[in-house]
Each structure stands twice: as C-alpha cells, then as structure tokens.
Nanobody
Framework: QVQLAQSGGGSVQAGGSLRLSCAAS????????MGWFRQTPGKKREGVAR???????EYADSVKGRFTISRDNAKNTLYLQMNSLKPEDTDMYYC??????????WGQGTQVTVSS
C-alpha cells in the first residue's frame, strides 16, 4: 500500500508561483504512474498532470506551459511546480498514484488560492 503525504500550496497573487510536494511511502513511485488533480466540492474533478513510470508527462490544456510535474525517485517524492498562476487555478489539489489506468491512492489534499 502507498501512503501519500502532501505539502506546499497556500495563497499567492496572480502571476505568482507555488510548488506542491507529495512524499510517498510504502512503495517506490518510480514503478507507478503519478499525477495531480484538482477539485472543489460541487465542481468537476480535473486531471492536471501526470508522469508515467517511463518518465513521460501529460498535462491538461489549461495548465500547459505553466505547470511542470516531476519526481525525485531518490526522495520518493512527486512535485508540481506551478508558475504564472491564475485565479481560476484556485482549487484543492491532490496527488495520486496508480497503474494500468486505475488510480489507487490519493494524498490528503492541499489548498491553492490565487488572488487577482
């Protein structure tokens, strides 16, 4: 079983940057597909970014060119660098891990608030 512990996030003005971290325990993240999604109660869940076990990455159109997903296998930690933040990026962000198209584990979530 994989445990995911998130840190980072917070409040920033539009145009600013934040970095989210997701420290994993119980298994190596290098063997999993890892990703970030965002959701606020009552709103649709949106997959933000993912990094596959082979290192390839995918991004939602809404964050392409602004967000970067990465992982440090030695630290067993996933990151999401968020630049040029916009008010519409305000949301609760979660990390997740999975295999073969199924997400099995989630972090506890962290709030990101971007003010205009």
């Amino acid at each position: 079983q994989v445990q995911l512990a998130q840190s980072g996030g917070g409040s920033v003005q539009a145009g600013g940057s934040l970095r989210l971290s997701c420290a994993a325990s119980g298994a190596s993240i290098s063997t999993y597909c890892m990703g970030w999604f965002r959701q606020t109660p009552g709103k649709k869940r949106e997959g933000v970014a993912r990094i596959n076990s082979d290192g390839t990455t995918e991004y939602a159109d809404s964050v392409k060119g602004r967000f970067t997903i990465s992982r440090d296998n030695a630290k067993n930690t996933l990151y999401l660098q968020m630049n040029s933040l916009k008010p519409e990026d305000t949301d609760m962000y979660y990390c997740r891990s999975g295999r073969f198209g199924v997400w099995y584990y989630w972090g506890q979530g962290t709030q990101v608030t971007v003010s205009s």
